[in-house]
């Protein structure tokens, strides 16, 4: 079995974003990147399936502009066999990452695709769902617990009611939450020997997919700020303060 | 053209967000129809159809509806969706896992957790957990959107009178099979609608002390919340989280106890109308979106907060 794992370059979730004054985006001069958080979860979930013996090969990708590599090297570096590395400038849309991933994986052929369940930049939610349409696979999104079975993953997914189990041929496409595993960091031995492995390149303009933005963005401002409030002395104010003045008791 | 909400239900009563969903769909399109897709749901088409804002009721009725897979709803979608501008959902699991879904078949790009509707084509979203706010138009011309429920009041219920119109299924995938849904019933108010909530962290210590948020929640008749941290421990189940990849709350009191106040938990309350803080470090993060904030440790704060509650003669409900 092989596993394709999604994976995308963020600015870090302990950043404090600002917005930028001209109100076209958000500051990425000189701020740190890492991988999308769950992202590092889908790489953790499909070392390990290798590592259990039921997957063969791992492979990594990502889309984005040159410095998009470092996650993909860090993928290598916990466990991935392979990278790929699509390019692309600017903006890309959830619509058209799916589009670019569908021809990822009629070249890899890999039965399982793992992502995260949502980028912490747009907050979209939408890639991996996208990408099960195209291809007409089933999706099991929001993923705590995979368990690989013959030709079937039961998943266990985490929805606003409590917990849901599904089971979904393979292939499938996998979305995962950050509970579905506590992923590993990569020793320095192995970040050295992850420099070794293949890091396949292709330009997103090959794969013949219209990568265009459908929605324009026409500002980013910052949110109205809150006013800031008081610290009360006592539980006894608190409850005072709550009833008589905020009247919300 | 008209614009088509896809209604969330559990085959015998609407869900709560539903409502949301409606008042922000028609604010896009007063011409709103609304798709019910289920199995023995005609109760549901029936109580949609008398909500004044729904001018005409879609139903779906067939066994492989029973449970809720995207992989059997997409379809239903699709076939309905033709005469429509924007076919329209809530941004909670029900619609963030189906949505997607129909937007790629369309090939439109969606937009996802609107907390406002400028025009037909332009919409504001939150984006980096809630710390920049994105006004975006959509070229597509149909159009996938997600509301966010919490940014909009439910619509009323009563008074309409749309017409139901059967619709046949449409194919049926084996893609995926439902299994069990482990659903925790609780009295409680609901989470995502509660006027006030209770929250707590890591700071609790274990799954045990709870019962002091408990005990206070029944007085204040609150929802009870979490921090992510407080669900990865094992304190609480995670249909409680609050927060960037849990759930969006906008209670009239939110009261977060043992919390730090990490931005992904803000994410998903700091629009609460009062906020209050209960933590025994003063330098924490959430003390700075507080409008009470109390430095105090937890264990001595809520039993007198419960006992300062009991001396109320009266406590809103
Ligand atoms: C991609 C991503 C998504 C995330 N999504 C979410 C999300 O949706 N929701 C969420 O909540 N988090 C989320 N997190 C996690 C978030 O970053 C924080 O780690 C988490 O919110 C911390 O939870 P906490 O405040 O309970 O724990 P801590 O940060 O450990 O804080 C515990 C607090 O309790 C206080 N305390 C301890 N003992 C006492 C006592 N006896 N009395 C009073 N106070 C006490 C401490 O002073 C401290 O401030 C996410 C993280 C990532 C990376
Ligand atoms: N540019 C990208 N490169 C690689 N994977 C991506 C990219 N964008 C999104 N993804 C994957 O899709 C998931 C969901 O992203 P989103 O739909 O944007 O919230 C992410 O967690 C990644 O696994």
Known sequence: ?????????????????????????????NVKMSTNPPDDNAIEEAVKIKESGKAKEVVAVTIGDDKAQETVRKALAVGADKGIHVKVDGI?????????????????????????????????????????ALLNWPQATFASKIEVKDKSLEV???????????????????????????PRYASLPNIMKAKKKPLEQINASDLG??????????RVEEPPKRKAGIKVASVEELVQKLKNEAKVI | MSALLIAEHNNKEIKPFTLNAITAASQIDQDLHVLVIGYSCEAVAKSISEIPNVKKVIHVDDVIYENYLPENFTPVVIKNSENYSHIICSANTFGKNLMPRIAALLDTSQVSDIIKVISTDTFLRPIYAGNAFA????????????????????APTTGGTAEIVKAEKAEVSDLTKFIKREEVKSDRPELGTARVVISGG????????????????????????????AVDAGYITNDHQVGQTGKVVVPDLYIAVGISGAIQH??????????VAINKDGEAPIFSVADYGLEADLFEALPQFLEELNKLNTIQK
């Open chain 1, 1 to 29: 079995m092989k596993i394709l794992v999604a994976v995308k370059r963020v600015i870090d979730y302990n950043v404090q974003v600002r917005v930028k004054e001209d109100g076209t985006g958000v500051v990425t001069d």
């Open chain 1, 92 to 132: 890309i849309e959830p619509l058209a990452v799916s589009k670019i991933l569908q021809k990822i994986v009629e070249k890899e052929k890999p039965d399982l695709v793992f992502m995260g369940k949502q980028a912490i930049d747009d907050d979209c939610n939408q890639t991996g769902q996208m990408l099960a």
């Open chain 1, 156 to 182: 266990t997914r985490e929805v606003d009611e409590g917990l849901e189990t599904i089971e979904t041929n393979i292939p499938s496409i996998v979305t995962c939450d950050l509970r579905l595993n506590e």
């Open chain 1, 209 to 218: 997919v219209d990568t265009k933005p459908r929605i324009e963005q026409i």
């Open chain 2, 135 to 154: 006004t975006v138009k959509s070229t597509d011309t149909k159009k996938c959107i997600t509301i966010r429920p919490t940014s909009f009041d439910p």
């Open chain 2, 202 to 229: 890591r700071g609790m210590g274990s799954g045990d002390n709870f019962k002091l948020i408990t005990a206070i929640a029944d007085k204040l008749n609150a929802a009870i919340g979490a921090s992510r941290a």
């Open chain 2, 266 to 275: 803000l994410a998903g309350m700091k629009e609460s109308k009062i906020i």
